[in-house]
């Protein structure tokens, strides 16, 4: 099975956990058997491994998500990253091009396209594996997969199936209705659309060349800032009479909100926190060191990181968007895909920074021309290089590199140290990469 996660960009509907650099589906809020916690990407890709430990994935991503992925998952799994935003069909096009040049996949082989963040079960993923079948043995160019509604929801848009089969022909589409019209839809066996689609490869691929003028992925890859935006459903699905729909019965949800996000969560704590006898249907999020203490609170969701701290009854916390907007400030926290970075404290002219190196990685071989930095390692083993000079480190060891000196640190076990950055001009863009010289 080949399948095409599109991770979307950056969203302020979960902050503080969510920010300009980490999306919600990189959250680690979900508890597993071992009592370890995984994202939602994490989540969705164990499923799609255990259902299809064959199956191919390609993340459709943007350039800013792919230390995190590749920190989350690893470098097995295939990102296709996009140079800017140009929406859904620029977007699959894109990952459709990567799959046959790229990863050589032949164009009569089906693909499926879903989001990167459903919170469902196994069995939406072998759903899945019956979208691509039927993707290759239908006389049809797209197959849907249709969600049996459990509401009439005012926040799905509809497809209107032929019939009650498990797989029926599509009639038609529709918008985002007032709850009194879905409630109509669903009588006449409409189904939610969950964004999840196959097709045989080669159909995408020539629906992008009647839209596109390209030869193949570079060629793609090179001309993407100029495309059109435009979603898929504009450009191809609305234009397409011969399409499938599959109806899945399981559970589906889309965790959007901290309010639907707690209903999916197995426990009421994640972090320090503890909630008194008092309180009822309370949430507790906690990235900091410092412990939370809820009591006689009802319907709340409290959640705390280094870029703010939010507590909102859950209803009222889906609006929380055009309140976040007018925040400006710097990303506190980030993954890299060797570790993760924790801003402690910013001043005039210095900032401080918690860093903490996986086991085996190290940060790019770069330089500054505005700033000079000092590493304080606090604890853990590894390796500097400093201008070509190799130099074991461990804890208490103390590092200095001036502005234009070449540095890098390799850890050989997982290693945290503090980053002390000193300058009139601090900035993310002041860096300079360089192949390592040893």
């Known amino acids: 099975m080949n399948i095409i ?7 302020k509907r979960l902050w503080p956990l969510s920010n300009d650099v980490r999306s919600k589906q990189f959250i680690k ?18 499923q799609i491994k255990t259902v299809d430990t064959d199956a191919s994935v390609v993340v459709a991503t943007s350039k800013s998500q792919v230390s995190s992925i590749h920190n989350q998952l690893g470098d097995d ?36 396209v879903c989001p990167v963040d459903p919170y469902v079960e196994d069995d939406y993923f072998k759903a899945l594996q019956d979208l691509s079948t039927e993707a290759v043995n239908s006389s049809s160019n797209l197959v849907l997969m249709g969600i049996e509604p459990t509401y009439p929801s005012e926040k799905y848009g509809y497809i209107i199936p032929s019939g009650k089969e498990k797989v029926s022909k599509v009639l038609s589409f529709k918008e985002k209705p007032t709850k009194e019209v879905a409630e109509e839809y669903i009588k006449k066996g409409a189904l939610w659309n969950g ?70 969560m197995e426990e009421n704590i994640v972090g320090k926190g503890e909630l008194n006898d008092t309180c009822t249907n309370v949430h507790i999020i906690n990235e900091m060191d410092t412990p939370i203490l809820a009591m006689g ?6 959640s705390a990181s280094p870029e703010g701290i939010l507590v909102s009854d859950k209803e009222q916390s889906s609006y929380i968007k055009p309140f976040v907007d007018k925040y400006e400030q710097q990303v506190m926290f980030a993954e890299k895909s060797w570790g993760s970075f924790n801003v402690l404290n910013i001043d005039d002219k210095s ?22 930095e000092v590493w304080v390692v606090t ?25 234009g000196v070449r540095h890098t640190i390799i850890a050989n ?15 993310v863009h002041d860096k300079q990469k360089f192949e390592l010289e040893y």
């Open 77 to 112: 799994v295939g990102i296709c990253v996009e140079p800017c935003r140009r929406d859904t069909f620029p977007a699959i096009a894109l990952a459709c091009s990567y799959l046959k040049d790229v990863q050589k996949i032949d164009i009569n082989e089906p693909v499926v």
């Open 413 to 427: 076990t997982e290693l945290k140290l503090i980053e002390i950055q000193l300058g009139t001009d601090i900035s």
């Open 351 to 372: 900032m401080t920074i918690k860093v903490t190196l996986n086991e085996g990685h190290r940060m790019n071989y770069h330089s500054h021309e505005h700033r000079n």
């Open 5 to 11: 996660l599109l991770s979307g960009g950056s969203g």
């Open 297 to 302: 609170l009802h319907d709340v969701v409290i």
């Open 195 to 264: 964004g999840v689609f196959a097709f045989k490869l080669k159909y995408v691929l020539e629906k992008a060349h009647e839209l596109i003028d390209f030869t193949d992925y570079d060629d793609l890859f090179s001309k993407y800032d100029s495309l059109t935006k435009i979603s898929f459903d504009y450009a191809v699905v609305e234009h397409e009479k011969e399409i499938e729909v599959i109806r899945f019965k399981g559970m589906w949800k889309d965790l959007g909100t901290w309010n639907t996000l707690t209903e999916a």
């Open 29 to 46: 809020i979900f508890k597993k058997e071992d009592g370890l916690y995984e994202s939602m990407v994490q989540r969705v890709y164990r």
């Open 379 to 403: 604890s853990g083993t590894g390796t500097t290089i400093i201008d070509g000079m190799k130099q074991n480190v461990s804890a208490g060891d103390v590092i200095t590199m001036a502005k």
